[in-house]
């Protein structure tokens, strides 16, 4: 049993391995891949798009609160 | 800062910059899958292996289109919790759940099985790697199901009961949420519009090959699957769009309206085959809403209600009011929003006084009129109007177009019958220039499905502009800016990538 669970994550392992190593196109596609990830997740998330709820308030009450404001104040 | 229409036109502008963009890669996952799986389970039963070379050059192709198109919808999670903040809490339960089962339903499926699809040809047998790749096109597609099940609700919220002491939307029926007949209708829309989009993208290249005398069995092979695909799915897509468009007149009957110019409504009202519309033409006024018009008598009630002789309310109806056709008017419906929205302050002001008799007299008040709370927060009755011209276009173009790929689908598929197509150069051009076509009617049914819903958020409850979050506009700007060029870089990136590949053709894979 042990021995079947090894050879199915070795298995497992060389399927992705080799996948990977005799790749043509897909290369450059992982690294447009890894450079748009980079891109979205580092720069753009980090520096342009805050959780704007999460970052001014410290609990969902506070939240709540904000939203129920907004939604009443008188126009 | 202060919260202007200016900053949620930017927001809404970077939402359907980044949303248009986006949907330029999906449909094609949608449709290729089930074409390379389609081609597969040729090659399985018949053994030739000439099918495996096409269905590997497909995929190729496919693995192109996935790699590039990946991760593009996340900017639109980041959108929400900085552009759409308000939005995103209101919604928060309705939006949580679908979008969590869309995310490990994608991974689980789509990691397990793409890896087996485009890794496994040696590894696995031909039956495992059939399954595998079946399972990717079945995940791929299913994954499309929660966000339109959550699109959807935007367009018909069923199935939830607003808190009033949370400010939140909760589930109160998951069933009634996922069986939403609009979401339905616009999840089957949605992918077999998908579908005709890779047939058609199948059957350009192809035509291309035939055109440069080049793998022209290999082509004459993927049209035959890409036609009989194509034909089936579009007669699929025009059921489903008569669904939706059902769908539309019963829950949003200013978008129908405005999709169909129509500002007077009629019994028996005719749909606008083409026409040209008067931009001067204005809420209320005697003027015809077109320069010019042809009309087919009877088809918008059919299309709508399902019976020729239905009343069809248009715009002057739905503002004014109908009593004879049990129309509320807007300026009523403003009424009661307000009447809403002054309720849940009130209560919102007892409960803090810990008044908790005049609190519920309160919240009584708001249940009674939360229907309309959208209302309460238009300063006047026209703005209860979406674009008009851009719905009216829109639909007209996606409708046009829709119906120009069925004639292609029927004659690609007879010319392919009688092996007459590679000699038909003309319509090899005209299937190779058809091919952008299906992405300009695909942008055309987004438009017609978000631009048409204005001003609303949420149909009648939220209107974009109390949705969007109090932050600089020229950050949004900024933004807009970034995704614009991020976009066009991986868009040129998919293109140039593609062309290299089918350049080299299927024997280079």
Known sequence: MKNRIVNFFKWIYFLYYDGFTSMKVGKTLWLLIVIKLFVMFVIVKWLFFPDVLKENFHSDEERSAYILDTLTKER | MEHTELLTDWSRAQFALTALYHWLFVPLTLGLTFIVAIMETIYVKTGDTKWKETTKFWMGLLAINFAIGLATGIIMEFEFGTNWSNYSWIVGDIFGAPLAIEGLMA??????????????????????????????????????????????????????????????????????????????????????????????????????????????????????????????????????????????????????????????GEERAGIVAFGLLDQTKEIGDEKDPFHFSFEIPGALSFLGYHDLNAFVPGIDNLIEGSEKYGLISVKEKMKRGKIAVASLAAYKRYKKQNNMPEAQKALKAFEANQKYM??????????????????????????????????????????????????????????????????????????????????????DLLPVGMASSNISTTSVMITFWLFAVLFTALLIAEVKIMLKQIKIGPEGH
């Open chain 2, 107 to 264: 991974f689980f499926l789509e990691s397990t099985f793409f890896a087996v699809m485009f890794f496994g040809w040696n590894k696995v047998s031909k039956k495992t790697h059939l399954v595998s790749t079946w399972l990717v096109a079945v995940g791929s597609n299913l994954s499309a199901l929660w966000i339109l099940i959550a699109n959807g609700w935007m367009q018909n919220p069923v199935g939830m009961k607003f808190n009033p002491d949370t400010a939140r939307h909760e589930m109160v029926d998951f069933w009634a949420l996922v069986f939403n007949p609009n979401a339905v209708s616009k999840f089957l829309h949605t992918i077999s519009s998908g579908y005709v989009l890779a047939s058609l993208f199948v059957i350009g290249i192809s035509a291309w090959y035939l055109i440069k005398k080049r793998d022209t069995q290999f082509a004459r092979r993927s049209i035959i699957v890409a036609s009989s695909f194509g034909l089936i799915t579009s007669l699929f897509l025009l059921t489903t769009g008569d669904e939706s468009a059902h769908q539309v007149a019963l829950n949003q009957p200013m978008k129908l309206a405005a999709m169909e110019g129509l500002y007077d």
């Open chain 2, 374 to 459: 959208g209302y309460g927060y238009l300063k006047k009755p026209e703005d209860a109007v979406p674009n008009v011209a851009l719905s009216f276009y829109s639909f007209h173009i996606m409708v046009g177009l829709g119906t120009w790929f069925l004639v292609l689908f029927a004659m690609s598929l007879y010319l392919s019958m009688i092996n007459e197509m590679h000699k038909k150069k003309w319509f090899l051009y005209l299937a190779l220039l058809t091919m952008p076509l299906a992405w300009v009617a695909q942008e055309a049914g987004w438009i017609v499905a978000e631009a048409g819903r204005q001003p609303w958020a949420i149909q």
